[in-house]
Nanobody, 120 residues
Framework: QVQLVESGGGLVQPGGSLRLSCAAS????????MGWYRQAPGKERELVGT???????NYADSVKDRFTTSRDNAKNTVLLQMNNLKPEDTAVYSC??????????????WGQGTLVTVSS
């Protein structure tokens, strides 16, 4: 069993910054892709950014040049640094990971989500 625990959400003013963190624990042999999705009220879930085990990143056009995702493979964590936040970034942010377990299963795991509110 694998769990993802997120932290770092909250209320921030437009133009401000937040950093989200997500730590994986449990029966982990290795982690392939890790990343972040978000879902705003009344909208579908959308990709924010992902990072492979080798550090290759991919971002949604709406967050490029403002958000950075990175990971610490030794600690099984993924971070999302969000700068120059806009009201339209308000959403529940969820991390995910594609994990190879100790029993050699490949599973997709999701965190519980953390709310980011950008408002003055």
């Amino acid at each position: 069993q694998v769990q993802l625990v997120e932290s770092g959400g909250g209320l921030v003013q437009p133009g401000g910054s937040l950093r989200l963190s997500c730590a994986a624990s449990g029966s982990i042999l290795g982690i392939n892709n890790m990343g972040w999705y978000r879902q705003a009220p009344g909208k579908e879930r959308e990709l924010v950014g992902t990072v492979t085990s080798r550090g290759t990143t991919n971002y949604a056009d709406s967050v490029k040049d403002r958000f950075t995702t990175s990971r610490d493979n030794a600690k099984n964590t993924v971070l999302l640094q969000m700068n120059n936040l806009k009201p339209e970034d308000t959403a529940v942010y969820s991390c995910y990971a594609v994990v190879t377990t100790l029993t050699f299963q490949i599973v997709e795991v999701w965190g519980q989500g953390t709310l980011v509110t950008v408002s003055s």
